[in-house]
């Protein structure tokens, strides 16, 4: 019988709290909402179901580098005009992890902020950091990138 009791409050217990946990989260939502929009029954609408702002950006977002900035959701890991942080532009620039680095030429690959031909460059081979072996035995070697695949040539 002691059981059954105890089984039954744990029961009733975990139901309570998962059918309060939703109407927490709205709460939650509710406030944030109007804290942070002029006209906030959209986002309240949205968040009832699970979606929205409050769930992209706000305090129930699961990625943290998107941010509400000037009433949007932007990810500010890659957004120029809001790099790293809410209106951090990078100008010319582009943004990377959220750190503004300089625009590569097209065909080349920002790698440790260098612009690199990934092509081309035997230090960055087909993908940044990928430098191409040498082979041969000791001695002189020609070694080099050709369409992002690495070749040699031993010459001793």
């Known amino acids: 019988?002691?059981?059954?009791?105890?089984?039954?409050?744990?029961?009733?217990?975990?139901?309570?709290?998962?059918?309060?946990?939703?109407?927490?989260?709205?709460s939650v939502c509710a406030m944030w909402c109007a804290a942070n929009f002029?006209?906030?029954?959209?986002?309240?609408?949205?968040?009832a179901h699970g979606t929205g702002p409050?769930?992209?950006?706000?305090?129930?977002?699961?990625?943290p580098a998107q941010a509400l900035?000037?009433?949007?959701?932007?990810?500010?890991?890659?957004?120029?005009?809001?790099?790293?942080?809410?209106?951090?532009?990078?100008?010319?620039?582009?943004c990377v992890s959220g750190v503004?680095?300089?625009?590569?030429?097209?065909g080349q690959t920002l790698c440790n902020d260098v612009c690199v031909n990934t092509q081309t460059d035997k230090n960055?081979?087909?993908?940044?950091?990928?430098?191409?072996p040498n082979p041969c035995p000791p001695g002189p070697a020609l070694i080099f990138c050709q369409q992002g695949t690495c070749g040699f040539g031993c010459l001793g």
Do not use: K, W
């Open 100 to 106: 503004c680095a300089p625009a590569c030429p097209s």
């Open 124 to 132: 960055n081979c087909g993908s940044c950091g990928f430098v191409c």
């Open 54 to 63: 409050c769930y992209t950006c706000g305090p129930l977002a699961r990625n």
């Open 1 to 26: 019988m002691a059981r059954l009791s105890l089984f039954t409050l744990l029961a009733f217990g975990i139901t309570t709290f998962a059918t309060h946990l939703p109407t927490r989260q709205n």
């Open 69 to 94: 900035c000037s009433g949007t959701c932007v990810d500010t890991s890659t957004s120029s005009a809001n790099c790293g942080s809410c209106g951090n532009s990078c100008g010319s620039s582009e």
């Open 38 to 47: 002029a006209s906030p029954g959209a986002c309240t609408s949205q968040a």
